[in-house]
């Protein structure tokens, strides 16, 4: 079963990769390869930059928030400090990055990471779920009020976003249930395994138990701490409003200025395929910035700007990769004393 699960996730990745793929080199020859390249040097140096530390102070955020759902898991004499924090958070990025799903995998590396900071494996993956979970809910909300101000503006076919916004929809379903659950403490995962009746394979009825008390942690978490529930909501918006500045920074220095409507737009509905089974959602990506900038009517080069969005993230897989690579030697050190 684990092998062809194996066989199963490669295949889906390689097909991904090759369709994205292709329709990136489609976008990029019809686009014209010089066209790209006047446009990036149109940006400039400086600004490229510049949107990189704009960027490293987004992510500081980011890195915040989950030691602040950490924080409130372990007494303050194990608490992990936020330099590690920050470059775990990196780490986690870095695969989830070159994986299907961007923006909602490489959360195994941050578990491994603060493992090998000797925090619990209950308590590692408690916080790194709840931090996913705040973040995938908030992306979704933004993405749906992004689907609901084209509609109700004209600027979408309903036909079209149709899929979309079932999409979301089923996920905004699945999120809320799982908060619900989680914070009247029922939850949410081992009541799904035994509702698939996935509990009856020997392998997966071994984790409940150990499942069911990392749940408790989780729903620890939102008892007598409103404030601090608060405070990573806050944080959770704040970042996702981020992409709207990141839209408008971008398009100021390719030559265009965009209003805020329109960087919300560019900021929701593109994002959609981050959540879709393409790695870092090659081509899609493009190809969806694209349509919605002819939809806005704004002359801009999607592909020169994705490829600008790109470079930061391969600024950040370079760093996460080389912290997780000399990270995992204490991992092993601490598992097996070498």
Same mark, same amino acid.
């Given at each position: 079963m684990a092998v062809k699960r194996k066989i199963f996730k490669t295949v889906l990745f390689i097909l991904g990769l090759l369709a994205g793929g292709g329709l990136f080199f489609f976008l990029l020859w019809r686009t014209g390869i010089s066209n790209v390249i006047d446009s990036l040097l149109a940006f400039g140096i400086l600004p490229l930059l510049l949107y990189f530390g704009i960027s490293i102070l987004n992510f500081s955020l980011y890195s915040l928030r989950w030691k602040i759902i950490l924080d409130a898991m372990l007494p303050k004499g194990e608490r992990v400090s936020y330099g590690k924090m920050f470059m775990n958070r990196m780490s986690g990025f870095a695969a989830g990055y070159l994986t299907p799903g961007a923006q909602v995998a490489g959360e195994p590396i941050r578990v491994a990471m603060l493992l090998a900071d000797g925090v619990s494996g209950k308590v590692a993956t408690g916080s790194v779920v709840l931090d996913l979970a705040f973040e995938v809910t908030t992306f979704v909300i933004y993405v749906a009020l992004g689907l609901g101000f084209a509609l109700t503006?004209?600027?979408? %076919? #309903?036909?079209?976003?149709? $899929?979309?916004?079932? !999409?979301? #929809?089923?996920?905004?379903?699945?999120?809320?249930?799982?908060?619900?659950? =989680?914070?009247?403490? $029922? $939850? !949410? !995962?081992?009541?799904?395994?035994?509702?698939?009746?996935? #509990?009856?394979?020997? =392998?997966? %009825? %071994?984790? @409940?138990?150990?499942?069911? @008390? =990392? @749940?408790?942690?989780?729903? @620890?978490?939102?008892?007598?701490?409103?404030?601090?529930?608060? =405070?990573v909501v806050g944080l959770s918006f704040i970042m996702a409003m981020f992409k709207a500045v990141e839209a408008i920074y971008i398009a100021h220095f390719l030559g265009v200025n965009v209003k805020l409507s329109d960087a919300f737009l560019m900021s929701t509905l593109p994002g959609v395929s981050l959540l879709l089974p393409v790695p870092a959602g090659l081509g899609v990506y493009e190809g969806s910035n694209e349509a919605m900038f002819s939809v806005l009517g704004l002359p801009i080069n999607a592909v020169a700007y994705t490829v600008i969005i790109r470079m930061r993230d391969f600024v950040f897989i370079g760093i996460g990769v080389t912290y997780a690579i000399i990270h995992s030697e204490r991992l092993v050190t601490r598992r097996y004393g070498k």
């Open positions: 503006h004209g600027l979408a %076919n #309903s036909s079209g976003v149709t $899929g979309s916004i079932i !999409f979301i #929809s089923a996920l905004l379903i699945i999120l809320i249930g799982f908060f619900v659950m =989680t914070i009247r403490g $029922g $939850g !949410f !995962f081992h009541k799904l395994m035994r509702v698939s009746q996935l #509990s009856r394979i020997k =392998t997966i %009825n %071994n984790l @409940e138990h150990w499942l069911i @008390e =990392t @749940e408790a942690l989780m729903s @620890e978490f939102f008892v007598g701490r409103l404030k601090v529930v608060a =405070t």
